[in-house]
């Protein structure tokens, strides 16, 4: 870094070469990996394991994973401390 800020390369949020190569095939065959897994979930031939899978694979694009929960204790104190915090649930938006 020149000068404390940075001087070059891709600008914030631009995906890489090769990210932004997948995206263009992906186009360019007509497929939308998202589709097809929920096609997979709601395919009630589909194995249950199959199908769970592919609704956990969706599940994290519309709710955010949660963290561990951290706990600690002094020994010999008697006392344990737990802290635990969530990330905030996205709105969900109901489509008409």
């Given at each position: 870094m020149a000068l404390g800020r940075?001087?070059?390369?891709?600008?914030?949020?631009?995906?890489?070469?090769?990210t932004q190569d997948v995206i263009?095939?992906?186009?360019?065959?007509?497929?939308?990996?998202?589709?097809?897994?929920?096609?997979?979930?709601m395919d009630e031939?589909?194995?249950?394991?199959l199908r769970g899978r592919m609704f956990s694979e969706l599940a994290q694009y519309v709710a955010?994973?949660?963290?561990?929960?951290?706990?600690?204790?002094?020994e010999g104190s008697g006392e344990i401390l737990i802290s635990w915090s969530?990330?905030?649930a996205p709105a969900l938006v109901e489509e008409g």
């Open positions: 940075k001087t070059g390369g891709r600008t914030a949020g631009t995906p890489n070469k090769r263009e095939r992906l186009a360019a065959l007509n497929c939308d990996p998202i589709a097809g897994m929920a096609r997979i979930a031939a589909n194995s249950p394991e955010p994973k949660r963290k561990a929960v951290e706990h600690s204790a002094s969530a990330p905030a």
